[in-house]
């Protein structure tokens, strides 16, 4: 079998709401959602999820390669991309990549992905998390008693702004999970996407931890400060994760030498051979890790063969256009079938006629800051208060 060609397609998450973070809001709630299928001779192809950047470049490592060597192409890509800069965007692309060669070894195999890793169960832990920043309480309170329906009871939101209006929306979440769990002690997380600094971080917290219980506290100040993260970590009882727009081993390290993260994560553009390896280094290290985003298939397959998986992120309940997944929600859990590979099924003439392009809309997108964000921050800066990590 050999690599012949790849396409790309762009299609979009449809979340009938707004959807965002501290970083901004698209208001439609249409997100876009990158492919990349990689053709074979032998007519299998292969899906990935991730970016489109220097694609050629990066594909040229593996034209005409058989894919089921994916753990050697996936270093020849790195090494394809390594003086120029593999970081950012660069690996994303390599991440969709090797998460379509993972898909086509494993539809080559008559396997789905997550059995041919060695994985046992199909069944993978989940966690809600809406991106419902710019939510009403109606509409916050609305949100994740769905989620309740299908079983889960843990949730992160969306916060950083303002710690009264942190509080109250994780008050309301907290009563609605509590209910449909006949009162069990849900799990509660709060993603700030690196808005605060250290003391901004550890007030805020210290703040919430008051009325209420934190599972983790995500990316409470930027990803590359692995001495502020460790002093977050210092000042909360919390746990602090982070990880999801780190790119190689190599950016990891710092933190985990430093003591600077509890829950390592890793988001699924970073593609599957990127995960595995992030996993074994936090088993290392002791650490559970947790896969990141909005469309997570590849990275549920892979959690099910490493012994360190914690829970996976459930973003929106239905899959992108045009996308069908051979995956369900059942009692708080993603439950994988048994189609070959990753068992995602495109209706490339769906997407095609009806999938909007992103490309005029990209400045909307939640990686940018609004204009009020940086004054509105200010209402929490100040000092540490005396909450200190027990033992």
């Not at 790119?247 to 595995?276: K, M, N, Y």
């Not at 290290?285 to 909005?294: C, N, R, T």
């Amino acid at each position: 079998m050999r690599i012949t060609g790849y396409r790309t397609m762009m299609t979009v998450q449809e979340w009938g709401r707004p959807v965002g973070d501290v970083n901004g809001v698209f208001a439609d709630g249409a997100v876009p959602v990158p492919l990349v299928l990689v053709d074979t001779d032998e007519g299998i192809t292969g899906v990935g999820l991730g970016p489109h950047v220097e694609i050629e470049t990066v594909f040229a490592a593996i034209e005409g390669e058989d894919p089921r060597g994916v753990t050697a192409l996936y270093d020849r890509m790195l090494r394809r991309t390594f003086k120029a800069g593999h970081a950012g965007a660069v690996f994303g692309t390599i991440g969709a990549l090797d998460t379509a060669l993972w898909d086509i070894k494993a539809r080559a195999a008559g396997e789905p992905l997550w059995r041919l890793l060695g994985g046992r169960d199909r069944q993978v832990p989940a966690y809600a998390s809406g991106l419902d920043i710019g939510l009403t309480d109606d509409e916050l309170v609305a949100v994740h008693q769905e989620y309740a329906r299908h079983g889960l009871r843990a949730a992160k939101l969306k916060g950083g702004l303002d710690i009264e209006r942190d509080r109250h929306r994780l008050t309301l979440v907290r009563d609605v999970l509590t209910e449909a769990g006949r009162g069990a002690r849900p799990g509660l997380m709060l993603d700030v996407n690196e808005a605060w600094t250290r003391k901004q971080a550890v007030r805020h917290v210290c703040e919430l931890e008051r009325a209420l219980d934190l599972t983790w506290i995500e990316e409470p100040v930027r990803r590359w400060d692995a001495e502020g993260l460790a002093a977050v970590g210092r000042g909360i009882r919390a746990s602090v994760a982070t990880g999801e727009n780190l790119t190689g081993l190599e950016q990891f390290r710092p933190l985990l030498a430093a003591g600077a993260v509890d829950i390592v994560q890793t988001a699924v553009v970073w593609g599957v051979s990127h995960f595995l390896r992030v996993a074994a280094l936090a088993h290392a290290h002791d650490l559970p890790v947790s896969p990141i985003g909005a469309t997570p298939v590849p990275l549920l397959h892979a959690a099910t063969s490493v012994p360190n998986h914690l829970a996976s992120e459930l973003q929106d309940l239905h899959p992108p256009r045009g996308l069908s997944l051979d995956l369900h929600i059942e009692d708080g859990a993603f439950i994988l079938g048994d189609s070959p590979g990753l068992g995602i099924t495109i209706d490339e003439r769906t997407i095609d006629t009806s999938a909007r392009h992103p490309a005029t809309r990209a400045a909307e997108g939640p990686h940018i800051r609004p204009e009020h964000a940086g004054r509105r921050l200010l209402a929490v800066t100040g000092n540490s208060c005396p909450v200190r990590r027990p033992g």
